[in-house]
């Protein structure tokens, strides 16, 4: 083969890989912006929780928080679980998710801990960590008295 | 590239021998003369890979259930980041892979490419030719809009027409008693897991046996040496597959066709259309009335796909060129000049309503309000620069569109005061007309049964049964002017008391004039 077939032939072979590549990238990132979530965190709102009359004193209160949540083209109604507390500071609200991976802790009554079911996490009633793998302590949540309706609210 | 890299790829390659499936891939010899018609294949494989890669994407965000797979693919036309764009390329997709397939076909058949020793690859094409239409059809149940829905139950009604075991074929496709759930979790299952791994079978044993037997070339062999498929043949198909993918992605940025309705087992008012590679199908059956309907479904697409497929057999001669193939070719042609013909009667027939027979009055009304009414002739007209005028077959708008604009122009077209209908039942009357005219105009009436309708649509119909249409706390009026003459008619409508003592029909007396009274009386005498 002659030297211009050759250098066509490397034109062609540069042409081919080039434009192959940056069609398949483009498809490859048509794909990727597609499949990257659009949101992943809902805003916070304050929502009602409990009376302050409703907190037992000597534990903290289990409160059940329902919101209705747009989840995709699907309307779910979001369940999460939070513990109001009082103490000399004022009122205190845990999440109830481990910190550690995710399961839902409950309030011991005899031990007066907050236990995971999961990996032995224990938590004191402020929300520390006392023993198990939990990196942190439970999530503290922000927590006021809404002045109009003097119910403890909690930004979830 | 350094020696190191080197090194590690030809460590690599000793491992795995990838150097030679790169030379298997690329420097396949094509015979000279080989050039831009053998890009078709290569067109069909890049959008069949297309589907696949959009279809994954669509499927992060579709719910095949029928509480959630319209709202799903709302959501993604809507709200999915390039959802819309993702939609259309598949969509518009399916269509360039059955084009691309045609083609493909067309140019094997063109170029005497089935004859021996490639029959079976011929026959595997045909085959993949239909796992394709599968796709098509499997996959245009899944947005669950009215279209989706009674294109479906349409097929699966035309799969009972196989003999012997059609009751069984539809029920397993169907799923369940009705289309419903069932058939919808069926369908994407078939769409997304089954037919998937098929095709790419087939594709791969397509490919394969191409290979095994190589390209086959002009239709008359050219002397000189075998040319490498890399890099002058790859850059054929890759320019080919930057047109194409031009055009598809012009299409996909308007989207797919817009999301109708949510499917609906119940309403009367709507005529299905299959997607356009259906069409002569569709078209076909028309001419096979009752019994005969099996011929149309099933009969003649098979006869035709099986003499395709023994094309080998029945061209068995030793040269390609088209004269020497004269016979076949010709039978080939007029085939696909049927094809052709019927897919274009099938595009033309475009009715948008189930309605058919005789105009009820409430449509005759309406097409009487229509016509006399000077707020729809202030834009709907021959001279006006904001609207053409109501014509039957040129009204596309969807039902719930018209019936915003018929109460409030003011909404779709800024600059209407007054909507054409002040009342409910003018309003009722004008709806049904449209729907009507969507595919027939409307028919000839003189003046006074037409005026009779409008009358009688707006002050009778709510309580009174007129040619199925109506209200039922009143006597059925269908056939009166069997019982009553005009006179006694007119007598009744003016003050049903004077003939009844215990009617409960008010009297029109007051709110009709004399001349109105008599225009219905007469009407209804006229009803035998």
């Known amino acids: ?156 | 590239m350094t020696p190191r890299a080197e090194a590690l790829l030809d460590w690599l390659d000793d491992r795995t021998g990838f150097r030679s499936i790169r030379h298997v891939l690329l420097d396949e010899p094509l015979p000279p003369g080989t050039a831009w018609f053998f890009t078709l294949g290569s067109i069909l494989l890049v959008g069949l890979g297309l589907q696949v890669v959009t279809g994954t994407a669509l499927a992060l965000y579709y719910a095949p259930t029928p509480d959630h797979a319209w709202d799903s693919v709302r959501f993604i036309t809507t709200e999915v980041r390039l959802g819309s764009f993702l939609r259309g390329l598949h969509h518009w997709g399916a269509s360039v892979v059955v084009v691309a397939a045609v083609l493909h076909l067309i140019r094997v058949v063109g170029f005497g490419s089935y004859r021996k020793p490639r029959e079976v690859n011929w026959i595997i094409g045909i085959v993949i030719l239909q796992v394709i239409l599968a796709f098509g059809l499997t996959g245009y149940l899944l947005p669950w809009d009215q279209r989706a829905y009674w294109a479906t139950v349409v097929s699966i009604n035309i799969s009972k027409l196989t003999p012997v075991v059609g009751e069984w074929v539809a029920g397993f496709l169907r799923g369940g008693p009705e289309v419903g759930a069932l058939t919808l979790t069926r369908w994407y299952a078939l769409h997304v897991l089954v037919l998937p791994p098929v095709l790419a079978g087939l594709v791969a044993a397509h490919l394969y046996l191409m290979r095994r037997h190589g390209i086959s070339g002009p239709v008359r062999e050219r002397r000189g040496t075998p040319i490498e498929f890399y890099p002058r043949q790859a850059a054929r198909d890759l320019t080919m597959a930057i047109a194409v993918g031009a055009v598809l992605a012009l299409l996909a940025w308007k989207g797919a066709p817009a999301l109708e309705p949510p499917a609906d087992p119940t309403a009367s008012n709507y005529i299905p259309r299959p997607e356009w590679y259906f069409l002569g199908l569709f078209q076909l059956l028309k001419y096979f009335p009752g019994k005969l309907e099996v011929i149309g479904a099933l009969v003649v697409p098979g006869v035709a796909f099986t003499l395709l497929a023994l094309f080998p057999w029945i061209d068995r001669g030793k040269s390609r060129a088209w004269r020497d193939r004269a016979l076949i070719l010709g039978a080939f042609a007029v085939g696909l000049a049927s094809i052709v013909t019927l897919t274009s009667l099938g595009a033309m027939d475009r009715p948008s309503t189930a309605a058919t027979g005789a105009w009820n009055v409430q449509e005759l009304a309406g097409a009487m309000l229509i016509d006399t009414s000077a707020q729809c002739a202030t834009c709907h007209n021959a001279a006006s620069a904001i609207a053409g005028p109501i014509e039957a077959g040129h009204i596309g708008r969807p039902a719930d569109w018209l019936a915003t604009h018929v109460v409030d122009p003011e909404v779709i077209a800024p600059g209407v005061r007054q909507p054409p209908a002040t009342n409910q039942r003018d309003t009722a009357a004008i709806l049904a007309a449209l729907a009507r005219l969507r595919s027939a105009p409307a028919p000839e009436q003189d003046p006074s049964t037409r005026e009779a309708a409008v009358l009688f649509n707006r002050n009778c119909l709510s309580c009174h049964l007129v040619d199925g249409i109506g209200g039922v706390e009143g006597p059925d009026l269908s056939h009166v002017g069997r019982k009553y003459d005009a006179a006694a008619m007119a007598k009744r409508v003016n003050n049903p008391v004077d003939v009844k003592p215990d009617a409960e029909m008010p009297a029109f007396g007051g709110k009709l004039t004399p001349a109105q009274i008599q225009t219905i009386a007469a009407w209804l005498a006229a009803k035998q």
């Not at chain 1, 940056?22 to 009376?51: C, D, E, I, K």
């Open chain 1, 1 to 156: 083969m002659d030297g211009s077939g050759e250098d066509r032939r490397t034109a062609l072979a540069r042409f081919v890989t080039v434009i192959g590549g940056l069609l398949t990238a483009g498809v490859a990132s048509l794909v990727g912006l597609v499949a990257a979530p659009m949101r992943l965190t809902t805003p916070r709102t304050w929502r009602r929780a409990a009376a302050p009359d409703d907190l037992p004193g000597n534990k903290p209160l289990t409160v059940v928080l329902t919101a209705r949540d747009a989840d995709g083209w699907y309307e779910t109604k979001k369940q999460s679980v939070v513990f109001l507390d009082r103490d000399a500071s004022g009122y205190r609200a845990l999440s109830a998710t481990c910190a550690h991976l995710g399961c839902r802790v409950k309030w011991d009554d005899t031990q007066a801990k907050f236990l995971c079911p999961c990996h032995g996490g224990v938590y004191d009633r402020q929300g520390n960590v006392l023993a198990g793998p939990p990196p942190r302590g439970l999530e503290r949540l922000n927590v006021r008295v809404n002045p109009q309706t003097a119910q403890l609210e909690v930004e979830l």
